[in-house]
């Protein structure tokens, strides 16, 4: 079955750097476009950033642009999401999914605080 499993994620200060990564297995990883979500307390889960199936094309939600880098291993079926210059309203958990498939992880929590 699908699974999807977050790491990487902990407290850091304002201006430091996390490396999130997800390892994928169930289904064909390199078909499928993945995407980072991330959801503060009390606010809708949001789209931090996409790629495509080969890595050829990413999209990243504007707040983010130039501060996260998002990546795939196919070869190993995982998806990373390199964070710096962290602000504290990127406090968040954030989830790895699969495009176009109902399906989350149990996500891992990012906590940007001095």
């Known amino acids: 079955q699908v699974r999807l499993v977050e790491s990487g994620g902990g407290l850091v200060q304002p201006g430091g750097s996390l490396r999130l990564s997800c390892a994928a297995s169930?289904?064909?990883?390199?078909?499928?476009?993945m995407s980072w979500y991330r959801q503060a307390p009390g606010k809708e889960r949001e789209l931090v950033a996409r790629?495509?199936?080969?890595?050829?094309?990413?999209n990243y939600r504007d707040s983010v642009k130039g501060r996260f880098t998002i990546s795939r291993n196919n070869a190993n079926s995982t998806v990373s999401l390199q964070m710096n210059s962290l602000k504290p309203e990127d406090t968040a958990a954030y989830y790895c999914k699969i495009s176009g498939v109902e399906y989350w992880g149990q996500g891992t929590q990012v906590t940007v605080s001095s």
């Open positions: 790629i495509a199936p080969s890595g050829s094309s990413t």
């Open positions: 169930g289904f064909t990883f390199s078909w499928y476009a």
